[in-house]
């Protein structure tokens, strides 16, 4: 989440106690290097740094990120060759972002510690063969021996719930965090993810790699049967919608679970209300189902 996912929003997130990600996608590491150190002052919880590996414009983007003192790395959008041993050398634990089976299988073998398995229906850069989070989360999880958390589609403790019973051992929300109190972007791109239904979300691209999922709007609507045209040249001036509000003025980035979205709240209550209710759906599920177990066994 390129501007998005910076020290007010991680420090946030890691004080709730879930693990607050600073992006590098923005390619402005003398920011990121501020926003790094203001974590200090913000949490004395556990945080990490995502290398989305289509923006790297710094070479030496590993050693600015051991530098920094960072002991977790989400790797994305590329090669898991490209930076896995190295971050690995230096210490860090590393998980990877995957679209497909092929991808994690890969990932695997290039030694990450653990796997981020993203459906399509997640908001942001995306494989223009989309397979959603309900078929490609179990594929991965009963192909692999490394902890896998569940990306696209989540957004509380019941879809939590669904991702472990699917194989997941922790969920990534992106959309939900968007729209948060704590996150930096204007308040009229919130908005439209409350106001969103279920199929206000687009995937642009197919033919012009990386896809993108993206709210919809009067911009990204015009585009979603264009397959001339690169999607990607509608974010030149993403900063006018990122703070200045302007929804036409490039493309929303959102999930299509933005349509499960209906207020803007503390991040300290989202973590809290979806840890809440996925504990109370799996001990109701575990009782209803125990029960229902124990009389068929009784039964003669």
Not at 120 to 146: I, Q, Y
């Amino acid at each position: 989440m390129g501007y998005i996912a910076r020290a007010q929003l991680a420090s946030a997130v890691s004080n709730a106690g879930a693990m607050g990600i600073i992006e590098t996608s923005s390619g402005d590491l003398v920011t990121i290097r501020e926003e790094i150190a203001k974590m200090a002052d913000l949490t004395d919880r556990p945080f990490g740094v995502n290398i989305a590996q289509a923006f790297v414009r710094d070479p030496s983007i590993v050693d600015f990120v051991v530098e920094q003192g960072v002991r977790f790395v989400i790797t994305s959008a590329g090669d898991p060759r490209a930076y896995t041993s190295q971050l690995k050398e230096a210490g860090l634990t590393v998980f990877h972002v995957v679209p497909t089976l092929r991808a994690a299988l890969k990932a695997v073998d290039a030694g990450v510690d653990g796997l981020v398995v993203e459906g399509s229906e997640g908001g942001g850069f995306k494989n223009p063969s989309d397979v959603s989070t309900m078929v490609l989360l179990p594929l991965v999880a009963s192909k692999v021996d490394v902890p896998v958390v569940a990306a696209g589609g989540f957004v509380d403790g019941r879809t939590m719930a669904a991702a472990f019973a699917l194989g997941a051992e922790a969920i990534q929300m992106g959309t939900r965090m968007v729209a948060t109190l704590e996150s930096p972007i204007h308040d009229n791109w919130k908005q439209a993810i409350v106001s969103a239904s279920e199929t206000d979300s687009v995937l642009l691209n197919r033919h012009a790699a990386p896809s993108l999922r993206v709210l919809r709007t009067k911009r990204s609507n015009a585009l979603e049967f264009d397959v001339t045209s690169n999607a990607m040249e509608h974010m030149a001036r993403h900063q006018e919608l990122y703070f200045g509000g302007d929804m036409d003025a490039a493309l929303a980035l959102g999930g299509a679970v933005a349509g499960r979205i209906d207020a803007i709240e503390p991040v300290a209550d989202v973590i809290a209300n979806c840890a809440a209710e996925c504990l109370a759906i799996l001990r109701e599920l575990g009782q209803t189902y125990l029960d229902e177990l124990s009389r068929s066994v009784g039964e003669p």
